[in-house]
Nanobody, 115 residues
Framework: QVHLVESGGGFVQAGGSLRVSCVASGSILSFHAVAWYRQAPGKQRELVASTNADRSTLYADSVKGRFTISRDNTKNTLDLQMNSLKPEDTADYYC?????????WGQGTQVTVSS
């Protein structure tokens, strides 16, 4: 059974930075396209950034140039470095495969950006 555990969220002022991390219980991160998603209050969950097994990346237009996704296959970790944060980045952030696997959703980590 796969478990994904997110951490690193917090409260930050606009313009600040945060790094969120995801640890997988198995080697899923090594062999699959994986991604960070987020869900803001009252909105649908959306894909933020994705990386394939070959480390190619894809970003939502809203975060391009500000967020960087990275993976460490030896540690089964997936990170998201978030810079120049905006209030509209406020959301719960989740990691999962891309496309997402319903049974893999974890608790997420909350990011709050104040204006």
């Amino acid at each position: 059974q796969v478990h994904l555990v997110e951490s690193g969220g917090g409260f930050v002022q606009a313009g600040g930075s945060l790094r969120v991390s995801c640890v997988a219980s198995g080697s899923i991160l090594s062999f699959h396209a994986v991604a960070w998603y987020r869900q803001a209050p009252g909105k649908q969950r959306e894909l933020v950034a994705s990386t394939n097994a070959d480390r190619s990346t894809l970003y939502a237009d809203s975060v391009k140039g500000r967020f960087t996704i990275s993976r460490d296959n030896t540690k089964n970790t997936l990170d998201l470095q978030m810079n120049s944060l905006k209030p509209e980045d406020t959301a719960d952030y989740y990691c999962n495969t891309n496309p997402a696997t319903n049974s893999y959703w974890g608790q997420g980590t909350q990011v709050t950006v104040s204006s």
